[in-house]
């Protein structure tokens, strides 16, 4: 599997990495399970629908980290992807902690692959 960042994703990781240092070891834990499972996989994860574009998009809700150690499983952090089967690859569109904002920037999914 591939992976692939959009320059708005990357922005996004830089500032959450201020406020959460384990990130990048915790999304590499997330890219591990999405070599195996790059699909969605409810209750962890599900496909954005009504977007009208062909790519399958995918928002994880529950990824674990250490950086909430004591507060309970799950961190509240939402990670965007799109997943591209045929090729064997995901780009990574948004990061997120649900605190922040409700849901993720659809018109930034639109821009990128409509």
């Known amino acids: 599997m591939e992976f692939e960042t959009l320059p708005e994703y990357d922005k996004d990781l830089k500032r959450l990495l201020k406020k959460y240092r384990t990130l990048v070891d915790d999304l590499k ?3 591990k399970v999405l070599q195996i499972r790059p ?16 790519t399958c998009v995918i928002k994880v809700k529950k990824i674990a980290s250490d950086s909430f150690k004591g507060k309970g499983n799950n961190s509240g952090l939402r990670l965007v ?7 064997q690859r995901i780009v990574l569109v948004e990061l997120y902690h649900k605190n922040e904002k409700e849901n993720e920037d659809r018109q930034r999914i639109l821009d990128n692959f409509r």
Request: glycine share 8%; hydrophobic share 45%.
């Open 29 to 31: 834990a997330v890219k």
């Open 39 to 54: 699909d969605a996989y409810p209750p962890f994860s599900f496909r954005i629908e009504g977007l009208g574009i062909i």
């Open 81 to 87: 992807y799109a997943y591209f089967q045929a090729e």
